[in-house]
């Protein structure tokens, strides 16, 4: 079993807000993609207490930007800061959107070992930079017309094939912005938590 010393985290949880395809605006954390966050991040730092240490990330513009990556390399940033505060804890990723874009990207790294794709931007492939040993979890809402239930389903399925622990959850009538069934992404997003944190904790 992995020990930790008195007080240390157990696991950390990166949080990675959405944003769009083009834009050079700058990136705010009081428009709708970071707000949309914060109940993540809140809830899962209010649930589990000095066992895990949440942080929700920025980014420097709105915008993917093409084959520019925009978010990336401030993304890869606040990965490391919050490893390097809590140096050798496992790292989970839950990210919207192009959040959960990102998060697949990031996912490459060997300090992260789970990744919760919520409505996830895949919209090249994306899953498949995730590395072997990443739990994944991705949730989309059927009636989502900005990123394609369709495709992240593919990716999942995709993921499984190659070995990966890979679940789709498919969530009826559920819009992009999930406003709808609250209770279950909230609920969805401290679940997960939750058996990561068992995971890492039975080590």
Same mark, same amino acid.
């Given at each position: 079993?992995?020990?930790?010393?008195?007080?240390?985290?157990?696991?950390? %949880?990166?949080? /990675?807000?959405?944003?769009?395809?083009?834009?050079?605006?700058p990136f705010s954390p009081r428009q709708p993609a970071a707000l949309r966050m914060y109940p993540f991040t809140w809830s899962i730092a209010a649930r589990f207490g000095r066992r895990v240490r949440v942080r929700q990330a920025r980014y420097r513009v709105y915008g993917w930007n093409g084959g520019q990556a925009s978010? +990336?390399?401030?993304?890869?940033?606040?990965?490391?800061?919050?490893?390097?505060?809590?140096?050798?804890?496992? %790292?989970?990723? %839950?990210?919207?959107?192009?959040?959960?874009?990102?998060?697949?990207?990031?996912?490459?790294?060997?300090?992260?070992?789970?990744?919760?794709?919520?409505?996830? #931007?895949?919209?090249?492939?994306? #899953?498949?930079?995730?590395?072997? *040993?990443?739990?994944?979890?991705?949730?989309?809402?059927?009636?989502?017309?900005?990123?394609?239930?369709?495709?992240?389903?593919?990716?999942?399925?995709?993921?499984?094939?190659?070995?990966?622990?890979?679940?789709?959850?498919?969530?009826?009538? *559920?819009?992009?912005? +999930?406003?709808?069934?609250?209770?279950? #992404?909230?609920?969805?997003? /401290?679940?997960?938590?939750?058996?990561?944190?068992?995971?890492?904790?039975?080590?």
């Amino acid at each position: 079993m992995l020990k930790r010393a008195p007080g240390n985290p157990q696991l950390l %949880v990166l949080v /990675l807000p959405g944003g769009t395809d083009h834009s050079y605006q700058p990136f705010s954390p009081r428009q709708p993609a970071a707000l949309r966050m914060y109940p993540f991040t809140w809830s899962i730092a209010a649930r589990f207490g000095r066992r895990v240490r949440v942080r929700q990330a920025r980014y420097r513009v709105y915008g993917w930007n093409g084959g520019q990556a925009s978010p +990336m390399p401030y993304a890869r940033a606040a990965l490391d800061a919050l490893e390097q505060d809590h140096p050798g804890v496992p %790292v989970v990723l %839950v990210g919207h959107s192009m959040g959960g874009r990102i998060a697949a990207h990031l996912a490459d790294d060997p300090r992260v070992v789970g990744l919760l794709a919520l409505a996830p #931007w895949w919209q090249f492939a994306d #899953w498949r930079f995730i590395r072997d *040993g990443v739990r994944v979890v991705a949730i989309h809402g059927t009636a989502d017309e900005r990123t394609l239930p369709r495709r992240t389903e593919k990716g999942v399925a995709e993921l499984a094939e190659r070995g990966v622990d890979a679940t789709f959850v498919p969530v009826p009538n *559920g819009n992009h912005a +999930m406003l709808d069934h609250l209770g279950f #992404w909230q609920r969805s997003a /401290l679940d997960f938590v939750a058996r990561s944190l068992a995971d890492v904790s039975a080590r």
